[in-house]
């Protein structure tokens, strides 16, 4: 039998293959679900998560693989009124992504009422060249008559495609929401191989899994004062040992010594925890050699904003 020129252009990957592919931001206030619902989307544990404001600070792309669609989220930092410069920086980064996607899916909160940051989100939403949709998360917290309330409140933030109601937590309304993306978006190339689930770099995806540690464990400033920057990543000859070092940033010896705890205890659970993210996603073991630094009000230093990557906007 003659094998079709198509299927030999696309090899093993997909790569070349024609399919409904191009970016969706997922876009919103902070808290609103959108590194969850990016989680549960993808499949796997891409974006950090934690109940803390601003947990994300980076543009970060995940990628759905389908056989007929390849979607590549863009899950964005929550849209807020910053206070200093790396909260406009974040913000800068969410609102860059509205200029080089073809969606944008406006996330709202269904167990939280409208209000005017979701408006504020909403007019930023309307300015992009991009197809919107209204998506509704955490359906699961909610009861009919409140998820029916608030579908007709966010419907009247702008115009949409259409809207969706989801839940990252029971998957309802997943496959709805993939289907709808897959019909807004144009035909063109798979642009990742097949296998590929997200595009950011190691050394990102190890120092967030870090951060998210220390955002679990601490409370008031400290988490926002918190940065994170991996030093080295090594592995051991002749070992399937993965060595990770890295420092954890704080501005205040008042946060330091939270962070450390006493004894070293704190950070070492940090560590523990940190490592069982990273030796799934390293498929191997982790040493890893974590300690905590001050850098006074590195939150105001563009240019240590930039070295923990936050800088995509600057």
């Known amino acids: 039998m003659e094998e079709d020129p198509t299927d030999l252009a696309a090899g093993p990957l997909g790569l070349g ?72 920086e974040v913000n800068r980064s969410a609102l860059l992504a509205l200029a080089d996607v073809d969606v944008v899916c406006l996330l709202v909160d269904a167990a939280q009422p409208a209000g005017k940051g979701d408006a504020w989100v ?47 937590v029971d998957g309802e309304g997943l496959d709805e929401l993939l289907a709808l993306l897959t019909g807004l978006l144009p035909e063109g190339p798979r642009y990742f191989p097949r296998d590929m689930t997200t595009d950011q770099p190691l050394s990102v995806m190890i120092a967030e899994f870090i951060r998210e540690k220390v955002l679990l464990h601490t409370r008031e400033e400290v988490p926002h004062a918190i940065g994170v920057a991996v030093e080295d990543v090594s592995r051991e000859e ?45 498929g191997g073991k982790v040493f890893r050699d974590l300690r905590v630094k001050v850098k006074k009000d590195w939150r105001r230093d563009a240019a240590q904003i930039r070295r923990f990557g936050y800088g995509e906007g600057l």
């Open 122 to 168: 909403a007019r930023h939403v309307a300015e992009s060249s991009a197809r919107a949709v209204l998506v509704l998360t955490k359906t699961d917290l909610v009861d009919e008559a409140a998820l029916q309330r608030q579908s007709l409140a966010a419907a009247e933030l702008g115009s949409f495609e259409a809207s969706v109601a989801v839940s990252a």
């Open 17 to 88: 293959e024609t399919v409904k592919s191009g970016f969706v931001a997922l876009v919103g206030r902070p808290n609103s679900g959108k590194s969850t619902l990016a989680n549960a989307l993808v499949g796997e544990k891409i974006a950090i998560v934690s109940d803390k404001p601003q947990t994300t600070r980076h543009r970060l792309r995940g990628i759905v693989d389908r056989e007929d669609a390849q979607i590549v989220l863009v899950d964005t930092p929550g849209l807020h009124r910053p206070v200093d410069t790396l909260g406009e």
């Open 238 to 282: 002749g070992s399937d040992t993965t060595v990770v070092s890295a420092f954890v940033y704080v501005e205040r010896e008042s946060q330091k010594g939270i962070v450390v705890g006493r004894g070293g205890s704190m950070v070492k659970r940090i560590g523990t925890e940190a490592r069982r993210d990273l030796e799934r996603m390293l």
